[in-house]
């Protein structure tokens, strides 16, 4: 108890929120995993298969683990900075998006953690009633790209802008991802993406990771409490 207490509240954020990925798209040439199937009979016709096949086996995990791998850009769009109830936020679904956390910290500002980490960077944008989207000052914010997920927060004496458009006044844009070439990933999720490019080779039907490759990077997966 105290004024010194570290407490935090979580709150749910009931405005329009939406996640789109942007700018750096992630193609196929910077991501080879050093993939390769030896069938005695194989044609040509395998490479497209094989290529394709780590695109699928790539977003499967990174499905799973609810994390980038490769760098890309992302856009969160919400209607204001402030969130606009003081209830739990929701157990998180893995077949839905990504939730939004807000956390209230102990003096009162909102904590916001964004999706899909490792976190590298982010520029806040808003737009207020009349006029042009702004770019916020970075020296007015925190961004911590060490925890997981990466956290976003109003530095002490600081205040979000005001006066937003009544929709979409708010458009956080954030790159995540362990790095821009397959070599930056963690080796037993690269491990991993090979073993589901075998699997899907050999089993076309195949709709979603098999339980053992889960189990070996499991430890990455991102998770919300209840």
Known sequence: SGSDAKTTTKLEYKGSAQYLRVVAKVTTAAVIFSA????QTATSDDDKVITDLIVSS???VEQFLKVALITQTWDLTLDSFYPKTRNRVPEFDPSSEYPLDLILSSYGG???ELPYPPLQSVVVNYTQNGAAEAVYAAANYIVDTASTPGRLALKQGQSWPTDLQPIAGVRIRFVAGYGTTAATVPQDIRTAILRTVAFLYDNRE???LSAGIKQ???HYRIMRAA
């Open 58 to 60: 790539r977003q499967m």
């Open 110 to 112: 909102a904590i916001l």
């Open 216 to 218: 070996t990077i499991n």
């Open 206 to 208: 195949a709709q979603e």
């Open 36 to 39: 390769t199937i030896i069938k």
